[in-house]
């Protein structure tokens, strides 16, 4: 008997994770590739880089709270997260 089963493919990105050392959280398109959400005195909110080290990263589950002011300082409030 021949069975066919298929499985759906869960698309990896885009994907919030977070940098539990620094605590920058990062919206990845791929495994090095991604948006700042909240940054530090380095990372700018905003900022895309394409040279992360996706082994400092863990998926985010929390709320994400932005707060953007044009022309002023950004701020993004992180709760319920890892």
């Known amino acids: 008997m021949d069975m ?7 698309e990896l990105y885009p994907k919030v994770m ?3 050392e620094e605590m920058i ?4 398109h791929t ?3 991604g948006t700042v959400l909240r940054g530090d005195n380095y990372y700018k ?3 895309y880089y394409d040279d992360w080290i ?7 589950s929390g709320e994400i709270k932005l707060d ?3 022309g002023k300082k950004s701020n993004t409030k992180l709760t319920n997260g890892n």
């Open 31 to 33: 495994d090095v590739c």
């Open 45 to 47: 909110f905003g900022e």
């Open 4 to 10: 066919n089963i298929e499985v759906e493919e869960k």
């Open 18 to 20: 977070i940098d539990l």
């Open 68 to 70: 953007v002011k044009n």
């Open 25 to 28: 959280l990062v919206i990845f």
């Open 54 to 60: 996706p082994d400092r990263f863990r998926d985010y």
